[in-house]
């Protein structure tokens, strides 16, 4: 049964840096693309990047790009999300999810990705 769970979320000023983790489980992490995705208060859930199976590559929403990044541990089964420059805007509901085939090209489709975490809360205040 795979799992995915994810740390590091909290309530920070806008300007400072948060790193979200998401620990994998149940199946082989380096065969699968990892993805983050988040969730504001009454709007529908975005992709925010995602990682290659091999970790060479990487993908991001324009509004997370040059500050946010994403990077894998595959000996430690995890995905990361360093997040700096935080702005009240970011603040939702932070998804880790894996993708449902082995060895799979990069992507951001939602319904691409098979499992999913139950999600850690960013908040940043101004």
């Known amino acids: 049964q795979v799992q995915l769970v994810e740390s590091g979320g909290g309530l920070v000023q806008a300007g400072a840096s948060l790193r979200l983790s998401c620990a994998a489980s149940?199946?082989?992490?380096?065969?699968?693309?990892m993805g983050w995705f988040r969730q504001a208060p009454g709007k529908p859930r975005d992709f925010v990047a995602a990682?290659?199976?091999?970790?060479?590559?990487?993908y991001y929403s324009d509004s997370v790009k040059g500050r946010f990044t994403i990077s894998r541990d595959n000996a430690e089964n995890t995905v990361y999300l360093q997040m700096n420059s935080l702005k009240p805007e970011d603040t939702a509901v932070y998804y880790c999810a894996t993708d449902g085939c082995e060895y799979c090209a990069l992507n951001y489709y939602m319904n691409q990705y098979a499992y999913w975490g139950q999600g850690t809360q960013v908040t940043v205040s101004s």
């Open positions: 149940g199946r082989t992490f380096s065969r699968y693309v």
């Open positions: 990682i290659s199976w091999s970790g060479d590559g990487t």
